[in-house]
Each structure stands twice: as C-alpha cells, then as structure tokens.
C-alpha cells in the first residue's frame, strides 16, 4: 500500500509540473505577442510595454502554479478515495 502511495504522489508532482510547463510554454509567448503587435500597430514599443508584457507573464506563471496545484490536489484526492475502496 505504501508504494502505491509514493507512486501517486510522482505521479501527481509530475503531472503538475507538465501542467505549468505547457501553460507557461502556451500562455507567455502569446501574451508577450499580444502586447507586441499591439505596440507595433501604434508605431512604437517603450519601456512601459516591456512592463506590461512583463506583468502578463508574471501573471501566466502564477496561473499556471495554480492550475499545478489544482491538479496536484485532485490526483491526491483521487487517490485517497481510491485506497479507502
């Protein structure tokens, strides 16, 4: 029963290291290129674009830790349920 703990629990890390990851990887280029073509349609990209696209970024990553945890936790939910069975 223990291994089968430890097992669900690498599984669970990893899957929630995939989930942010493919957010990260998914989310960050498109919204730095949102805030790019937006620049270049006005002519110019300053400074305070740079800390616009900067802040989305900030923003997708703590998105994405979320979106890890929620995996995390309803895997580990999932198998608590499991094991009780």
């Known amino acids: ?3 089968d703990r430890d097992h669900t629990q690498r599984v669970a890390r990893r899957m929630g290291l995939a989930a942010f990851a493919l957010t990260l990887l998914i989310l960050s280029p498109l919204a730095y290129g949102l805030v790019r073509a937006g620049s270049y ?3 110019q990209f300053n400074l305070s674009d740079m800390i616009l696209a900067g802040f989305i970024v900030v923003f ?3 998105a994405a ?3 890890a945890s929620i995996a995390v936790h309803l895997l580990g939910r999932e198998a608590r ?3 009780r069975r």
């Open 81 to 83: 349920a499991r094991r």
């Open 41 to 43: 349609r006005l002519g």
């Open 65 to 67: 830790a979320f979106a």
């Open 1 to 3: 029963m223990l291994g």
């Open 60 to 62: 997708t990553a703590v």
